[in-house]
């Protein structure tokens, strides 16, 4: 069976979906935009089986602390979640920081057919993939009850459904981070998660833990552009630190001017 993604890739590629409307919405697709949910708290004490087949809650991932990424995919997925979670290892592999170490990442399968035994092979190949050790300890694959992954998706803004003429689900690309007291801090569309709009959400999900203070000072020139869905400068700040710069550079001058005009008047 041809998969529903192919499809709808194929559709663009022969410039099918470029010759509907501008508004035009295919009715698999209908109903399952993902919604920003950014400032939401999600429950901390829904439960799902790990790789291991151990009983784990949300909070297990954020008591240590560290900011969570959270996809919600499914193992058996044809194309789209393959794509999601290949862009996060693509970003995340030139992060200088490592899942396990200064975050931790959960994939959740909303198929309920999926397996803790497909949950340990997804994790395995994918921690491969990323190149970092730490991950095996800091990127769990998790399974599910139905309603248990349904509350976890409403909570971050992710509608799926499952089509049955289709035998696939329907869903949206994307993926959340979420602060230690499991505070929604930023959504990330798409398949694509450059290593600086990583970097960026991490960090403002770390509340002020992670970072470097010239990659803090760098974030403070950058704003998360909501309409557009990525980072991009804010020109008043880049103009203070601008003008920051050049009242300690004047400074600097003129006290090095008054130094040894001192040392002249000194000598004399």
Avoid at 133 to 146: I, R, S
Avoid at 201 to 221: D, F, H, I, N, W
Wanted: net charge negative; glycine share 8%.
């Amino acid at each position: 069976m041809k998969s529903f993604w192919l499809g709808i890739m194929g559709m663009m590629v022969s410039g099918y979906a470029f010759a509907q409307p501008a508004d035009y919405t295919p009715p698999e697709l209908e109903g399952i935009e993902i919604e920003d949910k950014a400032g939401d708290f999600v429950p901390l004490d829904l439960e799902f089986t790990d790789q291991e087949g151990r009983v784990v809650t949300l909070e297990d991932f954020l008591e240590d602390g560290k900011p969570l990424v959270v996809q919600l995919v499914y193992f058996e997925c044809p194309m789209l979640c393959n794509l999601v979670i290949n862009g996060f290892v693509a970003g995340a592999k030139d992060l200088d920081w490592s899942p396990g170490v200064e975050y931790n990442v959960i994939s959740v399968s909303f198929d309920p057919q999926d397996t803790a035994a497909l949950a340990k092979l997804k994790q395995e190949n994918y921690v491969q993939a990323l190149e970092k050790p730490t991950a095996l300890d800091g990127w769990n694959f998790l399974v599910g009850e139905p309603d248990q992954v349904r509350s976890l998706a409403e909570a971050v803004g992710f509608p799926y459904r499952y089509l049955e003429d289709q035998e696939e689900f329907s869903h949206g690309a994307g993926m959340f981070v979420l602060s230690p007291k499991g505070q929604i801090s930023r959504t990330l569309y798409g398949i694509s998660y450059p290593t600086k709009e990583l970097r960026f959400s991490l960090m403002e999900a770390s509340e002020g833990r992670l970072g470097t203070p010239l990659q803090k000072l760098v974030l403070y020139c950058f704003r998360y552009d909501a309409s557009r869905h990525k980072y991009g400068l804010v020109a008043m700040n880049v103009m203070k630190i601008g003008g920051a710069l050049t009242f300690a550079i004047l400074g600097t001058f003129v006290g090095l001017l008054w130094v040894k005009d001192k040392r002249v008047a000194r000598a004399a």
